[in-house]
């Protein structure tokens, strides 16, 4: 009878406590973030947050979207995990792949030129995202990136076309104290695979041969310098506290993270 009591309380509880934090979350008047000049992230709520004994659940968008083009949500969300019970940190995140998703779709409408010297060359990259949209997955303990781009090493006077896919991993840092969080993007060089790849040296391509062996090691050293701008997650300031990550898991539909906070 007292446990029957104890859990009719806790029903009753978490049924009141769910009201009540719904009811607030429905007063924020825009949950939009900018995360850089160019793109915003939505952290709306799809459906009501959950209550339950030992931890909350909090549904969020997660769409991020060139900010010139407004909000919308151009594909489906695949289905994941919302639990793991062996997450030992204080907020454990499952992100969608739908998220990469469309921070690729929406990160192809940025304008994207890099300036990197190597071995004392001058090399300029042109990232053509019209031709062949950047892509960006999860995989098995990793992200799977894919993009095209323009190479131009003019003192040798070649011009590289190629499309390429790497992995790529998330690191997160906590130095910007005016920031909750700075993501960073790191693709990881051995990796690198290949599905095109042209060579032009004084305007005549180069098929196989001494200039793609050359070239594809360029490439390769080259992508190691290039770093795509970092996404800045700004501060809530109605909620002070600073956090760290100690970890990120990638599987084939979502990545899962955890974030230890300390409240100031």
Same mark, same amino acid.
């Given at each position: 009878m007292l446990e029957k009591l104890r859990k009719h309380i806790c029903n009753a509880l978490n049924d009141d406590v769910e009201t009540r934090i719904n009811l607030r979350l429905q007063k924020i008047a825009d949950p939009i973030i900018e995360l850089s000049n160019y793109l915003s992230l939505s952290y709306a709520l799809p459906s009501k947050l959950i209550v339950k004994k030992d931890m909350i659940l909090l549904p969020l968008d997660g769409t991020i979207f060139f900010t010139a083009d407004g909000y919308n949500r151009p594909f489906e969300v695949p289905s994941m995990p919302v639990e793991n019970s062996e997450n030992p940190n204080d907020i454990v995140l499952f992100v969608n792949q739908y998220l990469f998703k469309t921070f690729a779709k929406s990160y192809s409408k940025v304008p994207m030129h890099f300036d990197v010297v190597l071995t004392g060359y001058k090399i300029s990259i042109d990232i053509d995202s019209e031709t062949y949209p950047m892509m960006l997955d999860t995989e098995p303990d990793t992200l799977r990136l894919s993009i095209g781009a323009t190479l131009k090493i003019p003192d040798w006077n070649m011009i590289i076309d190629i499309n390429a896919s790497s992995q790529a991993r998330l690191e997160f840092s906590t130095e910007d104290k005016e920031r909750?969080? %700075? =993501?960073?993007? %790191? =693709?990881? $060089? +051995? !990796? *690198? $695979?290949f599905e095109k790849f042209k060579v032009f040296v004084n305007g005549h391509e180069k098929n196989g041969g001494a200039f793609h062996t050359i070239a594809k090691q360029i *490439? $390769? +050293? *080259? =992508? /190691?310098? *290039?770093?795509? +701008?970092?996404? $800045?997650v700004p /501060?809530? #300031? !109605? =909620? #002070?506290f600073d956090v760290s990550v100690p970890f990120i898991k990638y599987f084939d539909d979502y990545a899962e993270t955890g974030l230890v906070c300390t409240f100031e």
């Open positions: 909750l969080l %700075t =993501i960073h993007q %790191t =693709i990881l $060089k +051995n !990796s *690198v $695979k *490439v $390769k +050293n *080259v =992508i /190691r310098l *290039v770093k795509l +701008n970092p996404l $800045k /501060r809530i #300031p !109605s =909620i #002070p």
